[in-house]
């Protein structure tokens, strides 16, 4: 007999299940049950954003270097569990080979963001030559606490494309994941936290986009909201929503499978620009000029 | 300490104003010609020093704007898209050159108008006005190097709404990227200070720009809003308070129209125990009296170390008295009129919360105009993290001090707000410096200065001052795909 697993979120580094005592029951193509999964409430949203900010600081503020090496290591990780992931969007009806080439193009999708950790910023950085005797550079730093609602339409590659420069560029993140094809977002939970991804920077919950998003849209400690194949509708209302705190909202309606869904627009459209002065001194008449 | 009745008297030197040339009565800028208001409605404007009326501006309905949105359409379809790049960068350049020619006059016309110093419309406005059209002129013909990795594209037609603190200026960091990047314009100036804008009009027309690609329509908030929920507006520059600028991302949301946003601020300036404290005060006096403090980026709240607390408000006070308020074309002049009744009313409001709320405060004793909008230079001490005058965007010449131990405590402090636009530190310490630069949540950094502006320098906020840039390469995204 199978076990059926029941599937919990991921908020600040811990596996917890829904404060509200909530699951659905997601079911295989022939309708025979396979697995809970955790209903989460709008007080799963405001306890992960809560995380997210927590862990915000000493993310954006580690090496870029180091960031580099927990993005690869992610991949190295999906990578070694890369059968459970197969197995788990076959259960949600994906074709065998449709299944593992999502896998292999999640996996480069996460080298490719590995890379680009210490290298965005020296494309999206300047140093502007000023008419005074100013040293004045501008660098490229996160946004804050990103909130994600994972294209719904895909159990992996959606999330990682969306997530991974999120992250890549130092915000942190809280995601809402795929309603109808759960499972992925889970174990890529748990690959994320035997990864060396400190706790809070990434936090995942399964469950209604139409009830949670609202909340997230909302939520004043949230800094920008990342959205992907909504319909018009819920667009319009996060866009809304999300003004009182001037929250940036991006809106990729992408089938995320191509070479082009990927790319540095994707991390600097999380970052904000900083622009510092300092004077240089002018003093005696020594130049440069030997 | 000086003394405060022993100060120094200065004769008065009065910039002349006899070569101006204003016109009694500002028409409509739109499609290359000055154009009546569709209702025939004018509004004055006045000299915020003496409340004396200068000029009638015309007042645009929604209809005027139609019209304008119409010219710049035709002009972007039919002209400015297809130029080529270099003659593009050519007219720009050409409109810089001719506002050099005119800077004196601009200068005197925009403290008649707005109230601040000569001396500053002199040597800061007008200059860095021309100086952004002469940065933005040159990246018309090098935008695809400066985008190397992206097929960059025009938008179209950029509706373009600024604030009355840096007229001008600000029609210059609006109008300029727009055109290098191959967009035309719609621009409003606000309400009190249209006469810069309109002089520029004149320079524009006699630029030979094509008709149409730049508009210019004076008028009131009716007006923005009309220029906002046109159809045919590809993209809303806007430039001014945090709560209109949600307004305009509201109105804007459904649509595929682009935004950038320029709004308020309450930005820190620290003050650390081992920063040159002569220089640091000038920095705070700069900071916060710079253009009566109606600056979005004003460093309004300052923070000092408490170990050298004492000695820096002593020195503040005691250079605050040399400052000299009154007429703004004195050259002076170090604080001029308050922009508008309104604003002045709006500035003695927080004023009176400030002391009802318990903190101490100082004001500047001097003799100020009968006449006019004036406001005493303002500080207050003994003020809580939660105070109202803390927190809220006052847009005058009034500040905060707080005190902190650690520096901990002051980034902490400092990013307690939900703006983001600017911050200052003064130390001597470089490491120091960049820890605090690099933890402080905000657009602009000043170390050890304040209040510097140059159009190669981005500029912009974070949180709730806004987003996108102005200024240098980053400032000519908002105007492309």
Same mark, same amino acid.
């Given at each position: 007999?199978?076990?059926?697993?029941?599937?919990?979120?991921?908020?600040? =580094?811990?596996?917890?299940?829904?404060?509200?005592?909530?699951?659905?029951?997601?079911?295989?193509?022939?309708?025979?049950?396979?697995?809970?999964?955790?209903?989460?409430?709008?007080?799963?949203?405001?306890?992960?954003?809560?995380?997210?900010?927590?862990?915000?600081?000493?993310?954006?503020?580690?090496? &870029?270097?180091?960031? =580099?090496?927990?993005?690869?290591?992610?991949?190295?990780?999906?990578?070694?569990?890369?059968?459970?992931?197969?197995?788990?969007?076959?259960?949600?009806?994906?074709?065998?080979?449709?299944?593992?080439?999502?896998?292999?193009?999640?996996?480069?999708?996460?080298?490719?963001?590995?890379?680009?950790? /210490?290298?965005?910023?020296?494309?999206?950085?300047?140093?502007?030559?000023?008419?005074?005797?100013?040293?004045?550079?501008?660098?490229?730093?996160?946004?804050?606490?990103?909130?994600?609602?994972?294209?719904?339409?895909?159990?992996?590659?959606?999330?990682?494309?969306?997530?991974?420069?999120?992250?890549?560029?130092?915000?942190?993140?809280?995601?809402?994941?795929?309603?109808?094809?759960?499972?992925?977002?889970?174990?890529?939970?748990?690959?994320?936290?035997?990864?060396?991804?400190?706790?809070?920077?990434?936090?995942?919950?399964? =469950?209604?986009?139409?009830?949670?998003?609202?909340?997230? &849209?909302?939520?004043? /400690?949230?800094? &920008?909201?990342?959205?992907?194949?909504?319909?018009?509708?819920?667009?319009?209302?996060?866009?809304?929503?999300?003004?009182?705190?001037?929250?940036?909202?991006?809106?990729?309606?992408?089938?995320?499978?191509?070479?082009?869904?990927?790319?540095?627009?994707?991390?600097?459209?999380?970052?904000?620009?900083?622009?510092?002065?300092?004077?240089?001194?002018?003093?005696? =008449?020594?130049?440069?000029?030997? | 300490?000086?003394?405060?009745?022993?100060?120094?008297?200065?004769?008065?030197?009065?910039?002349?104003?006899?070569?101006?040339?204003?016109?009694?009565?500002?028409?409509?800028?739109?499609?290359?010609?000055?154009?009546?208001?569709?209702?025939?409605?004018?509004?004055? !404007?006045?000299?915020?020093?003496?409340?004396?009326?200068?000029?009638?501006?015309?007042?645009?309905? %929604?209809?005027?704007?139609?019209?304008?949105?119409?010219?710049?359409?035709?002009?972007?379809?039919?002209?400015?898209?297809?130029?080529?790049?270099?003659?593009?960068?050519?007219?720009?350049?050409?409109?810089?050159?001719?506002?050099?020619?005119?800077?004196?006059?601009?200068?005197?016309?925009?403290?008649?108008?707005? $109230?601040?110093?000569?001396?500053?419309?002199?040597?800061?406005?007008?200059?860095?006005?021309?100086?952004?059209?002469?940065?933005?002129?040159?990246?018309?013909?090098?935008?695809?190097?400066?985008?190397?990795?992206?097929?960059?594209?025009?938008? +179209?037609?950029?509706?373009?709404?600024?604030?009355?603190?840096?007229?001008?200026?600000?029609?210059?960091?609006?109008?300029?990227?727009?055109?290098?990047? #191959?967009? !035309?314009?719609?621009? @409003?100036?606000?309400?009190?200070?249209?006469?810069?804008?309109?002089?520029?009009?004149?320079?524009?027309?006699?630029?030979?720009?094509?008709?149409?690609?730049?508009?210019?329509?004076? #008028?009131? $908030?009716?007006?923005?809003?009309?220029?906002?929920?046109?159809?045919?507006?590809?993209?809303?520059?806007?430039?001014?308070?945090?709560?209109? $600028?949600?307004?305009?991302?509201?109105?804007?949301?459904?649509?595929?129209?682009?935004?950038?946003?320029?709004?308020?601020?309450?930005?820190?300036?620290?003050?650390?125990?081992?920063?040159?404290?002569?220089?640091?005060?000038? +920095?705070?006096?700069?900071?916060?009296?710079?253009?009566?403090?109606?600056?979005?980026?004003?460093?309004?709240?300052?923070?000092?170390?408490?170990?050298?607390?004492?000695?820096?408000?002593?020195?503040? @006070?005691?250079?605050?008295?040399?400052?000299?308020?009154?007429?703004?074309?004195?050259?002076?002049?170090?604080?001029?009129?308050?922009?508008?009744?309104?604003?002045?009313?709006?500035?003695?409001?927080?004023?009176?919360?400030?002391?009802?709320?318990?903190?101490?405060?100082?004001?500047? %004793?001097?003799?100020?105009?009968?006449?006019?909008?004036?406001?005493?230079?303002?500080?207050?001490?003994?003020?809580?993290?939660?105070?109202?005058?803390?927190?809220?965007?006052?847009?005058?010449?009034?500040?905060?001090?707080?005190?902190?131990?650690?520096?901990?405590?002051?980034?902490? @402090?400092?990013?307690?707000?939900?703006?983001?636009?600017?911050?200052?530190?003064?130390?001597?310490?470089?490491?120091?410096?960049?820890?605090? !630069?690099?933890?402080?949540?905000?657009?602009?950094?000043?170390?050890? !200065?304040?209040?510097?502006?140059?159009?190669?320098?981005?500029?912009? +906020?974070?949180?709730?001052?806004?987003?996108?840039?102005?200024?240098?390469?980053?400032?000519?995204?908002?105007?492309?795909?």
């Amino acid at each position: 007999m199978n076990i059926l697993k029941t599937y919990k979120i991921y908020i600040g =580094g811990q596996f917890p299940r829904t404060e509200s005592g909530r699951y659905y029951l997601v079911k295989d193509t022939n309708g025979n049950p396979i697995a809970n999964v955790c209903q989460s409430s709008k007080k799963d949203i405001r306890n992960a954003v809560q995380a997210a900010r927590k862990a915000f600081g000493s993310w954006s503020e580690r090496s &870029a270097f180091n960031r =580099g090496q927990i993005l690869y290591r992610i991949a190295e990780m999906l990578d070694g569990r890369k059968a459970q992931f197969i197995e788990e969007l076959t259960q949600q009806g994906q074709g065998l080979e449709s299944a593992k080439k999502e896998i292999e193009m999640c996996i480069d999708r996460i080298v490719y963001y590995a890379g680009w950790c /210490d290298k965005y910023q020296q494309i999206l950085s300047s140093v502007n030559p000023v008419n005074s005797s100013h040293f004045n550079f501008s660098v490229a730093e996160p946004t804050g606490v990103v909130g994600i609602l994972a294209a719904q339409h895909t159990g992996l590659i959606g999330l990682v494309s969306q997530l991974m420069p999120v992250i890549a560029g130092g915000n942190s993140a809280v995601l809402i994941a795929s309603e109808q094809l759960p499972f992925c977002a889970i174990t890529f939970a748990e690959v994320l936290e035997t990864s060396d991804v400190p706790a809070g920077v990434v936090n995942i919950l399964t =469950g209604s986009a139409e009830e949670m998003l609202p909340t997230l &849209a909302e939520h004043m /400690d949230v800094n &920008a909201i990342f959205l992907s194949n909504v319909h018009a509708e819920m667009e319009k209302n996060t866009q809304l929503s999300a003004i009182d705190n001037l929250k940036r909202v991006i809106v990729k309606n992408d089938e995320w499978t191509q070479d082009s869904t990927q790319g540095i627009s994707f991390i600097s459209s999380f970052q904000e620009i900083k622009t510092t002065w300092h004077p240089i001194e002018q003093i005696g =008449g020594a130049t440069s000029s030997y | 300490m000086t003394d405060s009745n022993n100060k120094w008297e200065y004769a008065p030197s009065l910039e002349g104003t006899s070569h101006i040339q204003l016109k009694e009565k500002y028409d409509l800028f739109i499609d290359g010609k000055w154009i009546k208001p569709s209702n025939n409605r004018y509004f004055d !404007t006045i000299n915020p020093a003496t409340e004396e009326k200068l000029a009638e501006i015309a007042w645009a309905s %929604e209809d005027d704007v139609d019209l304008a949105v119409m010219a710049a359409r035709k002009a972007y379809k039919e002209v400015w898209s297809v130029m080529k790049a270099s003659e593009r960068a050519k007219y720009i350049f050409r409109i810089a050159r001719l506002m050099q020619e005119h800077a004196k006059e601009l200068a005197l016309i925009e403290t008649l108008d707005g $109230g601040k110093p000569i001396r500053e419309s002199r040597d800061i406005d007008v200059p860095l006005a021309c100086n952004h059209f002469f940065y933005y002129a040159g990246w018309a013909d090098k935008l695809q190097d400066a985008f190397p990795q992206r097929n960059i594209q025009s938008l +179209g037609v950029a509706g373009q709404i600024i604030p009355w603190n840096f007229p001008l200026l600000m029609a210059a960091w609006k109008i300029a990227p727009a055109l290098a990047a #191959g967009n !035309t314009v719609v621009l @409003k100036p606000a309400e009190s200070t249209s006469l810069t804008a309109l002089k520029l009009a004149e320079i524009i027309q006699a630029s030979g720009l094509p008709a149409g690609v730049v508009n210019i329509v004076t #008028g009131n $908030g009716d007006t923005g809003a009309a220029i906002v929920n046109h159809p045919d507006i590809d993209k809303i520059a806007f430039t001014g308070s945090t709560a209109v $600028g949600k307004l305009i991302q509201k109105s804007v949301v459904g649509t595929s129209k682009r935004v950038s946003l320029e709004l308020g601020g309450k930005s820190a300036n620290i003050v650390l125990e081992d920063a040159p404290i002569d220089q640091a005060v000038e +920095g705070i006096v700069n900071g916060i009296f710079f253009n009566q403090g109606h600056v979005c980026c004003a460093g309004s709240r300052l923070y000092v170390q408490e170990s050298i607390a004492d000695e820096v408000v002593r020195k503040l @006070k005691q250079r605050m008295q040399s400052l000299y308020v009154g007429n703004p074309l004195d050259k002076n002049t170090d604080i001029g009129a308050i922009n508008s009744k309104e604003q002045l009313g709006t500035i003695e409001k927080y004023i009176n919360i400030g002391i009802n709320e318990g903190a101490d405060m100082y004001q500047l %004793e001097c003799e100020i105009p009968s006449k006019g909008f004036f406001c005493r230079p303002t500080i207050f001490t003994n003020v809580a993290q939660s105070s109202v005058i803390a927190q809220e965007e006052i847009f005058g010449p009034v500040l905060t001090i707080q005190t902190f131990r650690t520096i901990d405590e002051v980034i902490q @402090k400092a990013n307690n707000s939900p703006y983001g636009l600017a911050a200052g530190v003064w130390t001597d310490k470089g490491s120091r410096i960049f820890n605090l !630069t690099s933890k402080l949540r905000a657009g602009v950094i000043w170390a050890n !200065t304040y209040n510097k502006f140059d159009p190669a320098s981005p500029f912009g +906020g974070y949180k709730e001052s806004g987003f996108g840039r102005e200024g240098g390469l980053h400032g000519l995204e908002a105007y492309l795909k």
